[in-house]
T-cell receptor, first 111, second 115 residues
Framework: GQSLEQPSEVTAVEGAIVQINCTYQ??????LSWYQQHDGGAPTFLSYNALDGLEETGRFSSFLSRSDSYGYLLLQELQMKDSASYFCAVRVPDSNYQLIWGAGTKLIIKP | DGGITQSPKYLFRKEGQNVTLSCEQNLNHDAMYWYRQDPGQGLRLIYYSQIVNDFQKGDIAEGYSVSREKKESFPLTVTSAQKNPTAFYLC??????????????FGDGTRLSIL
């Protein structure tokens, strides 16, 4: 089957850096996406990696290693508003634009 | 502003009743999706549609039905056959172009509870 693994919960301190990992086992691979969801809210798209390497968007960066079937989301200068759940998702060939979703990582930020 | 509108925000269902959740988008997206999210859990795909008048079952379609008569609209009916319907329901849409990155855009969700 196809699956994505990510930690269920990560705790960090305000102002620090945190990394949320995602490993995937899929039949084929187009790219890895990250979404943020605040409690009770809708998921919002953060980033997408199709090629190996680091993509930076402000305080957030996303990394992909296709050979290791692994990626991570890096959040820098953590703010309390970053407290949310973060989902990784993979698009695979012949999926009719569906995404395969991880179970999500709850990020808890302490002052 | 372009986006996805789900209604109602909260919905209560009586036993034996069918209820319909509305999802409308003005992003001109061809693909639309319905997800179910239980507390503290990830997203599970109920149904998806790539084009008008066509839709496919996702991982947990039993007890649900959909229609796609217009590009903008993708309503979800939770039937009485769905014995545990209490959950947060999210509708999403995306483009279907050649680029592999077609991010999904989500509505604000409908929270369904049993009376």
């Amino acid at each position: 089957g196809q699956s994505l693994e990510q930690p269920s919960e990560v705790t960090a301190v305000e102002g620090a850096i945190v990394q949320i990992n995602c490993t995937y086992q899929t039949s084929g691979f187009y790219g890895l996406s990250w979404y943020q969801q605040h409690d009770g809210g809708a998921p919002t798209f953060l980033s997408y990696n199709a090629l190996d390497g680091l993509e930076e968007t402000g305080r957030f960066s996303s990394f992909l290693s296709r050979s290791d079937s692994y990626g991570y989301l890096l959040l820098q200068e953590l703010q309390m508003k970053d407290s949310a759940s973060y989902f990784c998702a993979v698009r695979v060939p012949d999926s009719n634009y569906q995404l395969i979703w991880g179970a999500g990582t709850k990020l808890i930020i302490k002052p | 502003d372009g986006g996805i509108t789900q209604s109602p925000k909260y919905l209560f269902r009586k036993e034996g009743q069918n209820v319909t959740l509305s999802c409308e988008q003005n992003l001109n997206h061809d693909a639309m999706y319905w997800y179910r999210q239980d507390p503290g859990q990830g997203l599970r795909l109920i149904y998806y549609s790539q084009i008008v008048n066509d839709f496919q079952k996702g991982d947990i379609a039993e007890g649900y039905s959909v229609s796609r008569e217009k590009k903008e609209s993708f309503p979800l009916t939770v039937t009485s056959a769905q014995k545990n319907p209490t959950a947060f329901y999210l509708c999403a849409s995306s483009g279907t172009g050649a680029l592999s990155n077609q991010p999904q855009h989500f509505g604000d969700g409908t929270r369904l509870s049993i009376l």
